[in-house]
Structure formats: C-alpha cells, structure tokens
C-alpha cells in the first residue's frame, strides 16, 4: 500500500544518511506495545527482507508491573508475526511512584529506567543496537522544548552510542510522520497496550509543543520538513555557541590551509565537544 512505500522510504532514507545498520548486526527492537513501536518492527522487517545487508531482529518488551497490564495481545501478535521475542518483567512502576511525588509526572524516571533494563537486556541478548521507536514529530517537540524550557538547541539523535562505548541507540522512524504510523496502525489493527496504566499524564510541556505544531501547520503546511530539514541543516557560525564557533574556525583553517598546500588534503579531525544527548 501506498502508506507503507512512503514509510518505508522514510526509514530508508534515514538508515542511508544516517548509517543506522550494518551487515552482522543484531538489533534489539524495543516494543512498548504502542503504535510506534509495532510501526517500527512492521517496517524493519520489511526492509529486512529486502536489504542487500544481513541483520537480525528480536523484539523485546518489558512488562513494568503496571496495575491492570495485560501484554497478552501483544504477545499473540508477536506469536502469529512469527518474530523473534522476548517479554522481560521488572516492577518499575513500584519504583517510580515511590520516589516520584503525587502530582508530578512519572515519565522522566520511567524512562530512565526502562532505558537502563533495555541496555542490559541487549549485552545479555547479545544486541549491538538498539531500536527505539521515536518519529518525526517527538523529535520536533524535543527541539521545542530544548529550545523554550531548557536553553538548548537540540533534538534526539538518529543515532547515539552510549557513553561507554557499549550501546548503540538508532532511531529508524526520524523521519517519519506520526499521522502515517497512526494511520499504519489503523490499517494493520495492531492490538496496541494502553499507554495510561502508570495513571501519568503525557508531560504537559510536550502537550503544549504539540498543540503549538498543530496550530502553526494551519497556516504553514510545510512547517514540520522545514523543521526537519533545519535540524540537519546547522550553520555554527550563526549561533552564539561559543566552543561551536572555535569548531567552525579551526575547520575553515584546516581546509584554506589544504587549499594552499601542495600536499595531499590531510582528513579533517575536529574535536567537538561531548555533548549530553
Ligand atoms: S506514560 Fe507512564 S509508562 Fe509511559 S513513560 Fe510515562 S510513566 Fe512511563
């Protein structure tokens, strides 16, 4: 369907510019049991079977003793796909709501956590990668909110290595719209978990910069691939980033003095600085 070929492009696309997989590598594919996350799998498994490259995917879901959690449709769904599975039980939600204080949202710890069990769970799988199911849009909320309450410019990364070197994040869905994984979703009827079991609201932060997005996409169309685009697209010498600015000065050096040199171009190694994701 036409849906899936423009998905499929997208994720494509993204693999391509942004060199999410190799041949031999063993993806852990994180299945929340939202509508991503099935996306995510759907789409890799497609590409899977048509890629010039070997890869292994095994999907893992991590049951987090939410009250009233059912993963069996899940699990069903896994079965009758013929994926490769894992279900891993940690009580989180213990966790999360003893340190967390009534009122305040659960996420941010929530998250860490499931994090931490997923790296984990991909050195005891022997996974080299991690999938996660983030798209176009949760990337432009993040910038947003980077941007408005957290005095940075930045977004999430198509591909992160952890930092001691032993995990490697991808983000295959970046460019892909959420209004179409919604709408893969729908025609697919995926059985998806119910995400309000942990009794969290979505951060009312987030709310916000997706309600600004959808208001002015009303009169700009094109807002969310300009967005996109311009995350790709940094001119560090028109941002106030101090250590950014010494990074465009030394590069713009080392290639004038190439240009000047009878020598053959040596490769360009700038050291940026460590940024936190
Ligand atoms: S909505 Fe609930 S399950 Fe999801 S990250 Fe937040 S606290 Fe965790």
């Known amino acids: 369907m036409e849906l899936e070929r423009q998905l499929l492009r997208d994720v494509g696309r993204a693999i391509a510019d ?8 063993r993806i852990l594919v994180a299945m929340s049991g939202g509508k991503d996350s099935y996306g995510l799998l759907v789409l890799l498994r497609t590409l899977q079977r048509r890629a010039p490259v070997d890869f292994d995917l095994l999907a893992v879901h991590l049951d ?27 009580d989180t939600y213990s966790i999360v709501i003893d340190k967390i204080p009534a009122g ?4 941010s710890l929530c998250s860490r956590l499931r ?11 022997g996974c080299n990668k991690i999938a996660l199911g ?11 909110l980077n941007l408005f309450f957290a005095g940075k ?6 591909r992160l290595t952890s930092d001691d070197g032993r995990h490697v994040v991808i983000r295959p869905l970046i460019y892909c719209a959420e209004t179409q994984l919604a709408a893969l979703a729908e025609a ?14 979505a951060e009312a932060q987030r709310k916000q910069m997706k309600a600004l997005l959808a208001q002015l996409e009303r009169s700009n169309p094109t807002l969310r691939q300009s967005m996109l685009a311009a995350l790709g697209n940094v001119v560090p010498t028109h941002l106030l980033d101090r250590d950014l600015q010494r990074v465009a000065a030394a590069a713009a050096a080392q290639s ?8 053959p171009p040596a490769l360009l190694q700038i050291a940026l600085p460590r940024r936190s994701p």
């Not at 994090?115 to 799988?125: H, P, T």
């Not at 004038?256 to 020598?263: E, F, G, K, P, Y």
Request: proline fraction near 7%.
């Open 188 to 201: 697919r009827r995926f059985p998806i978990l119910p995400c309000n079991l942990c009794g969290s609201q």
């Open 64 to 90: 987090q003793g939410h009250p009233g959690y059912d993963g069996a449709p899940l699990q069903r769904w896994l079965e009758n796909e013929g994926v490769a599975f894992r279900i891993l039980r940690e």
């Open 115 to 125: 994090r931490g069990i997923l790296y984990q769970a991909a050195a005891d799988l």
């Open 104 to 107: 305040k949202t659960y996420c």
């Open 18 to 25: 942004h060199d999410l997989i190799q041949d031999g590598d």
């Open 153 to 158: 410019l930045s977004a999430m990364p198509p």
């Open 256 to 263: 004038s003095a190439a240009a000047h040199s009878s020598a």
């Open 134 to 144: 983030h798209h176009r849009d949760d990337t432009l909320e993040t910038a947003l």
